[in-house]
């Protein structure tokens, strides 16, 4: 074989391995690109999911309900809570026993003293006027003098739902001048009417009197009702 023959045949094997190198190449840049263009066609997607659900987010207010709807655990809560209070034609009516929660507590100073506290306990307001009427007895016909310095300019408390009213109750003189005295277990109490005709409020109530300080005599008094204890106890 000529030395021109092998130089032609070694140049034939050299073209063949580069056409076989390059086609690989190509191979390999088709690959890449096409994971490339999988890989960007699926980020989209994941992108608009998570801006929808940060925009849906936004539409909540600070207070946990949702734009143009309130959120119903709180629009429940807000209907049992809401408890109209209606006092019919003319406006607050007489405080009745009913709607009151009475009792009696000794005092410190002064000495030979009670307090009554009247409660409102129902969801209207009414009129408790001038003082409580006490009898010792259910039928005794007179009651406890009611003492004329502690009435006020104008002797009607207008006792609102959960108001406490107060008279205050001298029980005996501390210089023993009254007479007829003697222990009594409770006090038959009645309220005023506003009414011009006089009468009293409903059925009577009896009130228990506390142990330590039941002894009356015919000297005891009680005050006009008052709005706060302070002013019940000085007058």
């Not at 140049?11 to 960007?40: E, F, M, N």
């Not at 209606?86 to 009745?96: K, Y």
Request: proline share 8%; with cysteine; hydrophobic share 35%.
């Amino acid at each position: 074989m000529s030395i021109s023959d092998s130089s032609h045949r070694i140049g034939i094997r050299l073209g063949a391995a580069v056409a076989v190198s390059l086609t690989a190449v190509a191979l390999t840049a088709g690959c890449s690109s096409s994971k490339s263009s999988k890989a960007a066609g699926t980020t989209p997607p994941v992108a608009t999911t998570t801006v929808t659900t940060g925009a849906a987010a936004a539409t909540t207010s600070s207070s946990g309900t949702v734009d143009g709807g309130a959120s119903p655990s709180t629009a429940g809560s807000s209907s049992e809570s809401a408890k109209p209070t209606t006092v019919g034609a003319g406006g607050p009516h007489d405080c009745s026993a009913d709607m009151l929660s009475l009792s009696i507590a000794p005092l410190r100073e002064p000495i030979n003293h009670v307090m009554i506290s009247a409660k409102n306990t129902s969801q209207l307001p009414c009129h408790l006027n001038q003082y409580p009427e006490l009898r010792i007895t259910p039928d005794q016909n007179s009651i406890i003098t009611p003492l004329d310095t502690s009435k006020p300019a104008q002797p009607t408390i207008l006792l609102s739902p959960g108001a406490t009213a107060y008279a205050g109750v001298m029980t005996n003189a501390a210089d023993g001048s009254g007479k007829n005295g003697k222990n009594v277990p409770s006090l038959t109490l009645t309220l005023e009417s506003s009414s011009p005709d006089g009468g009293g409020v409903g059925r009577p109530t009896t009130v228990a009197m506390p142990a330590s300080a039941d002894y009356i005599d015919s000297s005891a008094f009680v005050t006009y009702w008052q709005s706060d204890l302070q002013t019940a106890a000085s007058s």
